[in-house]
């Protein structure tokens, strides 16, 4: 059986930045309170001609450049959102065509925040199978357009932003060796987009009514992340046979500090094991964990045999845990003197960025 291979790794954050004293103009809050209670000092908010099509291009060719794969030879593309450019096509699809992957089949997966690691997974199982052995898989999210600006329960939590990595087939050993997905549909509406689907078809009393925006019982979702990080944590490592100890770093869902924190002090996990920069982004769905663990690699916090662990939690309710043996040079990052990456910067400057 083959194993796939994380090869190649990009993010792209949109240029805009929102500030949380720019969301006080907007909603009754500021700074300190959004600080306190969530870790967010500012997010990124994708311009008018920015899609998702566009923001998953930025970062799977950053991927590709990394691994140093032609886009010719990707054989398929998963896309992992729950802002998808339209409700049909796939933008998947559009992803593929951009990126000039004439070869690769595509699709979209919805797992809410937890879709980067189920469409790990799923890419990780097609290269097992042998059916394929380049796989982009990207978690990637324009959660600006779907926020009522004038709620501040939801309004302050959330931003724009993707990640990719290329998974390769590999003889030897690494890559994913441990998974753990989970759903609980009685928490279904809890995270919801009540309209814009079969059960209430966009109409005028919907939007009126802006039932097309994202509504959240806070307080219960808070409680269920708190519980269910911790649990996918330790079940991922009941499988794998792995403890605490031996990861050397966690990479979880940056939807709120507090519930970081509360699961660190939980196991103990020091701060030097686990990457953070909800401070800079705010909660981007998908697009959260692919982005913390690319920016966690730039940084040097990940080494060639070091074993990682990303989690996270979403709406539906769903829940992702992952195990993952990093057997890429993360060295590769870095371009010649001059060359240019996803934020304008060269890449050994983006090094500096999540140290």
Known sequence: MKNAHITGWGMYAPSRVMTNDEIATMVDTNDEWIVSRTGIRERRIAADDETTTSLSVR????ALAVAGLDPA???????????????LPATSVSVASELGATNAAGFDLQAACSGFLYALATGTSFVRSGMYRNVMVLGVEIMSRFLDWSDRTTCVLFGDGAGAVLL?????????????????????EAIIVPAGGAINPASHETVDARQHTLKMLGSEVYKYATRQLGDSALEVLRKTGLTVDDIDQFVFHQANLRIINSVQKQFGIPDAKTYVNIEKYGNT????????LTEAVASGRVKIGDRVLMVAFGGGYTAGAAVVEWTADPTRAFLAPGEQTRMGQPQRELAEVGA
């Not at 390769?168 to 549909?185: F, K, R």
């Open 59 to 62: 970062a799977a060719r950053d």
């Open 73 to 87: 030879e990707l054989d398929l593309v998963i896309l992992a959102t729950c802002t998808p450019d339209y409700p």
């Open 168 to 188: 390769q087939a590999s003889d030897q050993p690494g890559g994913l060796v441990g998974v753990e997905l989970y759903s609980d549909g009685t928490g279904c």
């Open 285 to 292: 769905s998908a697009a959260s964990v692919p982005m913390a």
